[in-house]
């Protein structure tokens, strides 16, 4: 089964400057197949959800005609549906048995959490309200702006690109977003599945000799990385 990810947002952003810092285009994908015989899954756990009061639902909208049709954000009523979620999955994997009988819970044979890249502030200040350290949390969000969809993926890949997955290990997904939906994923990921694409010469400027093929993206501006860092 393929899973394409898109997203595309600079044609929806316009002057609205809370939207305008955060979203930005991306796109990402994978293939998910059935486990050989006799070998175990890799997807440990899947859980959705969908239900909160009309605040959360309404909390991002587009296209919104009070401001030009553009896609506008608020932040308290996000942020609100954030923590509701985030408390009810930490809740949720506590009281799961890990897989592998090694530890107590799920949540505590977690090696590494990448989060929808939504606000890197927020979504810390959350998880660790909810008893989770900022250490065990993954970000690229200030480089690459937040992706909506295809934040996640995109995070596991610089993850592994990044070297901060060098080994097989065990990542909690948790995502959530506009209509007050939320989802995650507790799944085991080997790098050696990972399709890295390295920044070409041309973004790193120096001169680019290579063949053709994907083109990197450019540098983080010094204001996206204050906005996210």
């Known amino acids: 089964m393929l899973v394409v990810c898109v997203e595309k947002f600079s044609d929806k952003i316009g002057n609205v400057r ?5 979203f930005a285009d991306g796109a990402a994908a994978m293939v998910v197949g059935v486990a050989a015989d006799g070998d175990g899954p890799d997807f440990d756990y899947l859980q959705t959800y969908a239900s909160g009061p009309a605040s959360e639902v309404n909390s991002i909208i587009w296209p919104n005609p009070e401001f ?3 896609i506008t954000v608020f932040g308290p009523q996000v942020k609100a549906l954030a923590g509701r979620y985030l408390a009810q999955m930490i809740e949720e994997i506590g009281a799961l048995p890990d ?3 090694k530890a107590g819970s799920v949540l505590d044979s977690i090696d590494l959490i990448v989060p929808h890249q939504a606000n890197m502030t927020m979504v810390t200040q959350l998880a ?15 480089k690459v702006g937040n992706a909506s969809s295809a934040s996640i993926p995109l995070a596991i890949h610089d993850a592994v690109r990044d070297g901060v997955i060098t080994e097989p290990l ?12 939320a989802g995650y994923a507790v799944m085991r990921l080997d790098p050696a599945v990972v399709a ?3 920044p070409t010469a041309a973004a ?13 993206s450019a540098p983080a501006s010094d204001e996206m990385q204050q906005a996210f860092g």
């Open 99 to 101: 897989p592998d009988g």
């Open 170 to 181: 065990r990542i909690f997904a948790p995502g959530f977003g506009a209509g007050a939906v």
């Open 204 to 216: 790193a400027g120096q001169p680019d000799h290579a063949p053709p093929g994907p083109t990197a």
């Open 128 to 142: 660790e309200r909810a008893g989770l350290s900022a250490e065990r949390l993954y970000f690229n969000i200030q």
């Open 196 to 198: 890295v694409q390295a």
């Open 18 to 22: 809370p939207s305008r810092m955060l």
């Open 68 to 70: 030009d049709n553009n």
